[in-house]
């Protein structure tokens, strides 16, 4: 065996490894996740079925004002609680969705990171407190339809369950842990799929028993390797320890969303606008997308506006206008994201299925595939393993120090955006050191 062969194996017996043991961190966790994941995905349909009588309506000529329907949502909301925003309907079935906390509600579980910065009274813009209520009104008769806590609602119940099993933030790092594993098997089985010599990429027919299922493992692991990019890369984002460092690199690189000037007012000249004179400005400036509007928190404070359909992303925009004139004060549309703001705002619903059912289609195939590649991992160590041992993947000599320098670059920068698996990574180290300690004894005294 020459050199770069012998290189060469030294390598892949790293990261054969490597792969393992991410593999036996990250199933568990991932198992969970994919599983939660899936049902998530079908969120649309679900909440269809459970919530058309409080979010459509059948259209019956023309519509009251959208004060009336506030007023009627504020006698039905708890008492003393206060308006966070209202979403108008866009199309003709739509409910007027009103959104009430109590007073000082902070913002909650369900809000968006990473949200413009801005005036000191501005609200989340997608999601809100954790105690929230929202009532929806039948827009033409002002009729309430009945309310729900958003945290009840399945898509909210649904997200928690998928991001931190229906337990406090104290949990989300299981989720992190494991999408930071999953990366690290990503790298791995692509390093190890990678095609070369008499090694091909597509299964070959025929193919039966433990190499079978290493070759559909490793090809469908690899055909869907973008999807698991997106999947993975997005949902770090949200993680607590990534999501941080990740959110620290886009402000150090200029990659912020634009944030709205700080300190607008507005001018206390004639009768303050009412909800719908609001939402007529709002109407004359924004793309055609569904609205969600929050009224000045003062006297001198600004109306708001932004999308309330993630699903167009295109569509992007926020608003803010004096509360008394309607002119406009700020205004920022997909143009004026960055690219990362633009990339996150494309990723993320992605990652949750929003856009259709092509989105629901590609993602379902994405969890069975992550489904098949976790149960044939493990069908092959089962194979693998011999009676009696580990069933660790067998390192050669020198394995350690054979990894280029790029190899060692990237792991250094995965560690840096990913804490969890530089906390892992050395505690595996540690364990790697006392099984090559306790090799050697055993050697020694043959």
């Not at 809000?111 to 009104?137: M, W």
């Amino acid at each position: 065996m020459d050199d770069l062969t012998f290189l060469i194996a030294r390598r892949k017996s790293l990261y054969w490894r490597i792969h393992f043991w991410a593999a036996l961190i990250a199933s568990p966790f991932a198992l969970l996740a994919t599983l939660t994941g899936i049902l998530y995905v079908f969120t649309p349909q679900i909440e269809t079925a459970l919530y058309t009588h409080l979010d459509h309506v059948a259209p019956q000529g023309a519509m009251r004002p959208l004060d009336a329907a506030v007023a009627a949502a504020e006698r039905a909301a708890p008492r003393g609680w206060e308006v966070q925003h209202v979403v108008p309907p866009f199309e003709k079935d739509d409910a007027v969705q009103v959104a009430f906390a109590p007073p000082g509600g902070a913002q909650g579980e369900h809000a968006e990171h990473g949200g413009h910065g801005g005036h000191a009274a501005a609200r989340p813009k997608f999601g809100l407190p954790a105690q929230a209520v929202v009532v929806y009104v039948n827009p033409y008769d002002a009729r309430v339809l009945g309310s729900l806590a958003s945290s009840e609602r399945f898509g909210n119940w649904a997200k928690k369950l998928h991001s931190r099993l229906l337990q406090d933030d104290g949990w989300r790092w299981m989720i992190e842990l494991a999408a930071s594993w999953l990366m690290v098997m990503l790298v791995t089985g692509v390093v190890l799929w990678w095609p070369r010599g008499a090694q091909a990429g597509l299964p070959k027919r025929g193919a039966r028993g433990r190499n079978g299922w290493r070759q559909w493992h490793a090809f469908l692991g690899v055909a869907l390797g973008l999807v698991s990019v997106v999947i993975l890369t997005t949902g770090l984002t949200w993680s607590q320890q990534a999501g941080a460092r990740i959110r620290a690199l886009r402000d150090v690189s200029g990659q912020a969303s634009p944030p709205a000037p700080r300190g607008l007012q507005s001018t206390e000249e004639g009768a303050p606008l009412d909800w719908q004179g609001a939402w007529q400005v709002a109407r004359s400036h924004a793309p055609a997308i569904a609205v969600q509007l929050t009224a000045p928190a003062s006297q001198d404070d600004v109306w708001r506006a932004t999308m309330a359909d993630r699903s167009r992303p295109t569509l992007r925009f926020d608003l803010q206008f004096d509360a008394y004139s309607g002119k406009p004060l700020y205004y920022a549309g997909w143009d004026a994201q960055t690219a990362f703001g633009k990339a996150t705002a494309i990723g993320i619903p992605f990652h949750r299925g929003e856009f259709g059912w092509w989105n629901q289609a590609l993602l379902l195939v994405f969890g069975a595939s992550v489904l098949f590649s976790l149960v044939s991992g493990w069908v092959m160590f089962f194979k693998r393993r011999l009676p009696g041992s580990l069933g660790l993947p067998k390192l050669l000599p020198g394995a350690w120090t054979s990894p280029s320098a790029l190899a060692w670059l990237t792991a250094a920068g995965m560690c840096a955006l990913m804490p969890l698996l530089l906390l892992s990574g050395s505690l595996l180290m540690l364990l790697e050191l006392g099984l090559a300690r306790h090799g050697r004894r055993r050697r020694l005294a043959r």
